[in-house]
Each structure stands twice: as structure tokens, then as C-alpha cells.
């Protein structure tokens, strides 16, 4: 079942089977290990809640000198492993067949991490969609509006949901409120994994 709005938030529960959960989370596990996870700082100089990583060639971070793309982990200077097929494969069915994404920002959310509202607005491009995959404990969403005092509203993201963020919603205000810790079993030591695959560059000719 999918779940839409006119705006261009939509949601597909369960989209990944149990299998294909426990076979993702081990693979991302598994690239991380060349690209580890870390805390990043945001541009005032605190550490965010979650920890994060990245796959593709491109990846996304923050510190003191603010919110970019770049190609090489800020810690091991090496580059980030390759995005997954099985993520590549939903991105070509859900966002958009014809342009591959080009970033996956892997965030994990343990204990009271959470994640502020924000947009995703870094990327060079708005028009194409931003697709995230939710595996691990379930995760309390808060979608908004363009401004950041529109009205929000609060759903559950399960293990195994996609969402994609398109047309007018691609720049809704958005956030986690908290994790239910011990929702899942999926990740090892508990807590949540959330990809979100991002076309980031400008296309070249």
C-alpha cells in the first residue's frame, strides 16, 4: 500500500520484506566498516545526536565551516564505498528512472539521538526527489511545511518503510522526534539506520 499526499510526500510501509531488511542493514554494516561512523559538528560548534556516514561519490557533512558535499570521509580522508544495488534499484523505482542518485547519507539514531526539523537543501538541484529507507527501531517523523512554523504532522516510520520527498514536499521542513528503542531487533546493539539517497552534483553535459 502506498501512501500519498498532493504535495508530493509519499510513504510505502513494509516496502522491504524481513529479508531484505536483515540483508541491507548486514551490507551498509559492512561498508562502513571503510567509511566509519562518527559525530559530526555542526556549523555553531555542537555534535549532532546521531552518528553518520555516507556511500556514493558524493557525501554529505557538516562542521565548522558548514553544511557540503564532498567526496572523502572528514576522518579518513578515503572515499565513501559504493551505494548498494537493492538501494539503487528502489531509488529507479520510486524517485526517478533516469538519474541515479549520487549521494546516501546513512544516519544512526541510538538512545535519545534525534533529528531537528530541516530541509534538505544542500543539493544543486531541487527537482529530483529524496528517497529515504528506514531500518531498525521504529522512528517518530515529523513532516512540515516550506516554513519552519507550518503546521506539522507526526506518523511512525517502521523497518522496511520508504518515503520519497517530491514536488512541493521535496523542501518540507522534516525531523525525527525520537526513536522507540527495542521496537526492532534488526541493528546490532539496537537503534535505527536511515538512508537517504540524494542526487547532490549537477548533471554534466
Not at 57 to 73: F, K, V
Not at 166 to 179: K, M, N, Q, S, T
Request: net charge neutral.
Amino acid at each position: 500500500m502506498t501512501v500519498s499526499t498532493t504535495t508530493g510526500f509519499r510513504l510505502w510501509p513494509g516496502k522491504l520484506s524481513l529479508e531484505a531488511q536483515a540483508a541491507l542493514a548486514a551490507e551498509v554494516l559492512a561498508l562502513s566498516q571503510a567509511a566509519p561512523f562518527y559525530k559530526p559538528i555542526t556549523r555553531g560548534g555542537k555534535a549532532m545526536s546521531v552518528e553518520t556516514t555516507n556511500l556514493g561519490p558524493l557525501g554529505w557533512l557538516t562542521d565548522a565551516r558548514g553544511y557540503r558535499y564532498q567526496s572523502e570521509h572528514p576522518e579518513t580522508g578515503g572515499p565513501w564505498p559504493p551505494i548498494p544495488q537493492v538501494l539503487l534499484g528502489l531509488w529507479a523505482e520510486l524517485a526517478d528512472p533516469q538519474t541515479p542518485p549520487d549521494a546516501c547519507l546513512v544516519n544512526l539514531y541510538r538512545g535519545d539521538a534525534r533529528m531537528g526539523l530541516h530541509q534538505d537543501r544542500d543539493e544543486a538541484d531541487f527537482s529530483f526527489p529524496v528517497l529515504s529507507v528506514s531500518l531498525g527501531d521504529t522512528a517518530v517523523f515529523r513532516l512540515g511545511g516550506l516554513r519552519r512554523n507550518d503546521p506539522t504532522t507526526s506518523m511512525r516510520l517502521t523497518s522496511g518503510d520508504v518515503c520519497v520527498l517530491a514536488g512541493e514536499a521535496r523542501l518540507f521542513h522534516h525531523g525525527v522526534d525520537r526513536i522507540l528503542a527495542g521496537s526492532s531487533r534488526l541493528i546490532p546493539g539496537g537503534g535505527r539506520i536511515n538512508l537517504t539517497l540524494r542526487r547532490a552534483g549537477p548533471l554534466t553535459p
